[in-house]
């Protein structure tokens, strides 16, 4: 079965923290793909990255940093310096080759105070 | 950029009514969804739809229907709304073939308030 478990619930920083968002994924399929998406107060889901099951190299974009690692199946997010800005929640996604849609987390609430 | 817009923000319909979700995206996207998001639940599928008149049950399809005439198109009904409906509809385009992760692009949302 395909599941992606995002064990934060809820997390509060102060400004200019770094913070960990934590996802881990269950799945049988050797070619498969894992997203992270924002979704702010407005609601629409931003897309954040994607990475496929064969490329474990770790990806670093401004702030924003996904380290994946096949061997614990996770694929953790992590934000530098946080800024309010980043006050959202955040999904992780797994796409496999067995289905045809995500199967999302159930999101982490990140809540940056000034 | 790709855009997928979903004609409703906020609605408030009665027990009973016929409700139409509509959503339009522009970049000529195969798939399109309907997901369905509650707190503590994430998001859920609804039904999806690979080509025009084509659709798929997601997890949750019960007291919904979907209908797909126009490959920019993707319509989410509920013949008869019930409060447990209540809630926010994401509607989403991803290109073809499925499988090969492409990105899923989303709408801003629809929030439904069945009273």
């Known amino acids: 079965a395909q599941k992606v478990t995002q064990a934060q619930t809820e997390i509060s920083v102060v400004e200019k923290e770094d913070v960990t968002l934590d996802c881990v994924y269950e799945t049988r399929d050797t070619t498969y793909y894992l997203f992270w998406y924002k979704q702010p107060p407005s609601g629409e889901l931003v897309f954040l990255i994607r990475r496929n099951s064969f490329d474990e190299q770790n990806e670093i974009s401004g702030r924003y940093s996904w380290n994946f690692q096949k061997s614990t199946s996770s694929f953790n997010f992590t934000i530098t310096a946080s800024q309010v800005v980043d006050s959202a929640v955040y999904f992780c996604a797994l796409y496999g080759g067995s289905q045809g849609n995500l199967i999302f987390g159930k999101g982490t609430k990140l809540s940056v105070k000034p | 950029d790709v855009k997928v817009t979903q004609s409703s923000r906020y609605l408030v319909k009665r027990t009973g009514e016929k409700v139409f979700l509509e959503c339009v995206q522009d970049m000529d996207h195969e798939n399109m969804f309907w997901y369905r998001q509650d707190p503590g639940l994430g998001l859920r599928l609804i039904y999806f739809?690979?080509?025009?008149?084509?659709?798929e049950k997601g997890d949750i399809p019960e007291g919904y229907s979907v209908s797909r005439e126009k490959k920019e198109r993707f319509s989410l009904i509920l013949e008869s709304a019930s409060t447990n409906q209540t809630s926010m509809y994401l509607c989403a385009s991803s290109l073809l073939p499925t499988g090969s992760g492409n990105t899923i692009y989303f709408g801003e949302g629809s929030w439904l308030t069945v009273v």
């Open positions: 739809s690979y080509d025009v008149k084509m659709k």
